[in-house]
């Protein structure tokens, strides 16, 4: 049976910020990395101690798995975006979280990975606004 997400979920201080709340989904938070380079979107599911896939129940892992393909076809939909980069490493932070990134041939860190591939450029205020609106809209 799946356990109820709590109140008792914070979200770890280095997600905060770097990213930006865009909605919850049914598990997890769907948040947007604050990086211009990349549409890159994470999702931090709200079940308190859990840091890895094994640490949900089933049925949490299959609310997850449907929100990582629901995000996945609108990344893959996205203008420029020819390739999904889907990972949760969570060595630095340990609350389990999945990166969903769409990546193209000439993209910033094209071949490599998004980590370590030069500082995030960050949104202005404006634009990181209209971002997060864009993906509430998508998300309906």
């Known amino acids: 049976m799946t356990e109820a997400v709590t109140s008792d979920f914070d979200l770890d201080s280095r997600l905060a910020a770097d990213s930006v709340l865009i909605a919850d989904g049914p598990l997890s938070q769907i948040r947007l990395m604050n990086d211009e380079r990349f549409p890159w979107i994470v999702l931090v599911p709200r079940v308190p101690g859990a840091s890895e896939w094994i640490d ?23 203008p420029g975006v020819s ?23 000439g993209d910033p860190a094209w ?18 606004g209209t971002h997060v609106e864009q993906w509430r809209q998508r998300l309906r």
């Open 111 to 128: 071949p490599g990975p998004v980590w370590g591939s030069g500082p995030a450029r960050r949104f202005d205020a404006d634009t990181l």
């Open 83 to 105: 390739k999904l980069n889907i990972g949760a490493l969570g060595n630095i932070v340990p609350h389990l979280h999945l990166h969903l990134v769409g990546r193209h041939d």
């Open 56 to 78: 949900l129940d089933g049925g949490q892992q299959r609310l997850l798995l449907a929100e990582i393909n629901q995000i996945s076809q609108l990344l893959k939909h996205t």
